[in-house]
């Protein structure tokens, strides 16, 4: 596979909680450390759009409506890059997919996330 793998979404209720792994499948693992990552995230009828993002230094960037609710974070030793996401909101549902800021990578399935109110 030359794309990465997304896992963790699900079906939660409103103000719950959810973590979210994208893991770089061996054919892109080499390339993993130096790239900057996000998680991005398109529901239904709307364009994708970047959640968040964190550099090959750690630094992170947040799409203003998840500000201070999700947390992103990058593993380089297992090739993962997570997205922790407090205090959900029905608005948050969508589909979840990682890949680099240059989005040079081939899409992934993605994890569905479903925020219930």
């Known amino acids: 596979q030359v794309q990465p793998v997304e896992s963790g979404g699900g079906l939660v209720q409103a103000g719950g909680a959810l973590r979210l792994r994208c893991t770089a499948s061996r054919a892109i693992s080499s390339v993993f450390n130096p790239e900057d990552w996000g998680w991005y995230r398109q529901a239904p009828g709307k364009q994708r759009e970047l959640v968040a993002g964190?550099?090959?230094?750690?630094?992170?960037t947040y799409a203003d409506s998840v500000k201070g609710r999700f947390t992103i974070s990058r593993d380089n030793a297992n090739k993962r890059v997570y997205l922790q996401m407090n205090t959900l909101k029905p608005e948050d549902t969508a589909l979840y997919y990682c890949n680099t800021l240059k989005q040079n990578l081939n899409w992934g399935q993605g994890t569905q996330v479903t925020v219930s109110s």
């Open positions: 964190i550099t090959n230094t750690w630094t992170t």
